[in-house]
Nanobody
């Protein structure tokens, strides 16, 4: 059974940083690739960052230079490091495994001004 569990969200002031984690079981990020999405209230879920099995990364324009996606294949865990946070980054952040399309439960990030 494929399962993803996110953690690391919280409340942070504008300009602050957080590091989100996504622990996987039943899949391997090293062979499947994964992505981070976010959904703010009243908005559609949007792609934030994606990493291929070979380590190629892509980011939404709104987070380029501020967010970094990575994976630790030994721990089968993915990360999203968020820096220089802005109030508009406030959202629930979800990880998604790309081979089977499995989602995590989400973790709330709130950035105060």
């Amino acid at each position: 059974q494929v399962q993803l569990v996110e953690s690391g969200g919280g409340l942070v002031q504008s300009g602050g940083s957080l590091k989100l984690s996504c622990a996987a079981s039943g899949v391997s990020f090293g062979s499947d690739g994964m992505a981070w999405y976010r959904q703010a209230p009243g908005n559609e879920r949007e792609l934030v960052a994606i990493i291929s099995p070979l380590g190629t990364t892509n980011y939404a324009d709104s987070v380029k230079g501020r967010f970094t996606i990575s994976t630790d294949n030994h721990k089968n865990t993915a990360y999203l490091e968020l820096t220089a946070l802005k109030p508009e980054d406030t959202a629930v952040y979800y990880c998604k495994e790309l081979r089977f399309g499995v989602w995590g439960q989400g973790t709330q990030v709130t950035v105060s001004s």
